[in-house]
């Protein structure tokens, strides 16, 4: 059986009833330590309690469920190479827990200098490779490498691949966890504190200030500060965020609506300083695919929830209340451009046009002034011409920030080398394109962006869902604004900002 070689965000089905995922690297002088974990997630995307976290001290979940293995050798593989691995008996997971979230840390630099970071997922009971995802990482110190999901009775995998600049404990925290208190620093007195739960993350000393007295171990295995994990900061200690932004037009909105977006603002925010860009601004565009596979996404109310959940973060990175937005199937059309204020009639008249079924059949009898005739659109995927057009929007209405395009599709891509053409030739324009996949296979050359040499800059992001409507807010974010703070500050350094 041949492995199922995954690009970011990319899943496969999982018929084994027990699995292992690896972290594997190359080992060497300087190359930081990585330790593997586990997260056992609800629908709502949190751990019940702490429990729920399986990592080297607390190594085995009380359903039996999931174990962390430790570091072994990596039989077969050339020489230095080791790893670490949590083992999931998939039948034993509890129904309560909807995904299981692999995590990974690393201790002595950042994960841009493990060499050969790769995540394997294998039979727990025979051994075969089922998949591998190679991992490119950078300044983070912790990742969500993976996760295991249910969907409709069976379990999946995806490979993630997201980056945590605040390292573990921000990584915890997010899924609800609880982290322990910093040390205090040099030359103040201990103060007296109860016994932390077992699945708290232990605080790590820092390496300037080693403790007087040794600590009892927790584990006979590991030491009480393990070398693999940096030191952790308790969550009032993370990147302040700037907070939402109030925008032009909200205050026109229903009840209902201003409440969202208020919420979903302030968790734009915190994952944009989560990923270091605190406060940071971007005129943003949004593309919606509508092909004719795509009717059944915008006949549920997906494309539009898809559109109000983008307006966040148009909200809160540019302050004009304002988002271009183009549709596209055989042909790209430029929709009026989304004002805050006029956000629910701006559903009604431009998402639900994306139907095959509406306005591609029969006369155009009925068509508002602004509504775009789809018939005219078409059914095809060519991605490559909707690119094209943003691209000249761009260059011919210069702004003083960058440029980010949020770009939904649900696959067929198919115009490989006339999309990579586009995409390479736009290096060098203050354009970051994040694409997101809604459900389908087959995304062609968008999967392969994040390694594709011979660009200055990765200007590109993919990641693929399987129902975006299930993926909760903050997660959503989080993926969407993952890369961009990074690109920000290649494009800065390379004089395309």
Avoid at 12 to 26: I, K, Q, T
Avoid at 101 to 120: E, H, I, N, Y
Avoid at 281 to 303: E, I, P, Q, W
Wanted: hydrophobic share 45%; aromatic share 6%.
């Amino acid at each position: 059986m041949t492995a199922t070689s995954l690009s970011k965000g990319a899943n496969v089905a999982v018929d084994s009833p027990a699995v292992r995922v690896e972290l594997v690297w190359s080992a060497g002088a300087g190359v930081p330590e990585v330790d593997a974990s586990a997260l056992l997630l609800t629908s709502a995307g949190r751990v019940r309690d702490d429990g729920d976290f399986v990592f080297y001290n607390q190594p085995r979940h009380t359903s039996g469920s999931v174990r962390h293995l430790g570091r072994h050798g990596v039989p077969g593989a050339v020489a230095g190479t080791t790893g670490d691995a949590v083992e999931v008996n998939l039948r034993a997971v509890e129904m309560a827990v909807e995904r299981i979230v692999l995590c990974a840390s690393a201790d002595g630099g950042t994960f841009g200098r493990v060499p050969g970071l790769s995540l394997r997922l294998l039979d727990a009971g025979t051994g075969t490779e089922l998949a591998r995802f190679d991992i490119t990482a950078g300044p983070e110190i912790a990742l969500v490498a993976g996760e295991l999901y249910r969907r409709q009775g069976a379990w999946k995998f995806r490979a993630v691949g997201q980056g945590y600049a605040a390292g573990l404990a921000g990584l915890a925290t997010d899924f609800g966890i609880t982290v322990d208190d910093a040390p205090p620093a040099a030359g103040s007195a201990p103060a007296a504190a109860p016994t932390p739960a077992p699945a708290s993350v232990p605080p790590a000393p820092l390496p300037s200030t080693p403790p007087a007295t040794p600590v009892p171990p927790p584990v006979p295995s590991r030491p009480p500060v393990p070398p693999a994990v940096p030191p952790l900061v308790p969550q009032a200690a993370a990147p302040a965020s700037a907070g939402p932004r109030f925008t032009k037009g909200e205050d026109r909105l229903p009840v209902d609506m201003r409440k969202r977006l208020s919420l979903r603002k302030e968790q734009v925010a915190v994952s944009l300083s989560k990923h270091g860009a605190a406060g940071a601004t971007a005129r943003v565009v949004l593309v919606l695919d509508a092909s004719g596979s795509m009717s059944f996404l915008y006949s549920k109310g997906v494309v539009a929830d898809v559109v109000e959940r983008m307006a966040a973060v148009a909200a809160q990175l540019d302050d004009d209340g304002e988002m271009q937005a183009w549709t596209f199937a055989s042909n790209p059309a430029r929709l009026p451009d989304l004002r805050l204020g006029e956000l629910p009639e701006w559903l009604r008249l431009h998402v639900r046009v994306g139907e095959i079924s509406l306005f591609r059949r029969g006369r155009k009898k009925g068509l508002h002034p602004e509504q775009v005739d789809m018939r005219a659109v078409g059914i095809q995927n060519e991605e490559q011409k909707v690119i094209a057009e943003v691209r000249a929007f761009v260059r011919e209405h210069p702004a003083p920030v960058p440029t980010l395009v949020l770009f939904f599709s649900d696959g067929g891509v198919y115009r490989d080398a006339e999309i990579e053409r586009e995409l390479r030739e736009a290096v060098e324009e203050p354009v970051f394109w994040q694409f997101v996949g809604l459900g389908r296979s087959n995304y062609g050359v968008l999967e392969r962006f994040d390694t594709l040499p011979g660009r200055r800059v990765d200007n590109a992001g993919f990641f693929a869902v399987d129902d975006i409507g299930t993926v909760p807010d903050p997660e959503l974010y989080d993926r969407l604004l993952s890369e961009f703070p990074s690109w920000i500050t290649a494009a800065g350094r390379a004089g395309i900002l």
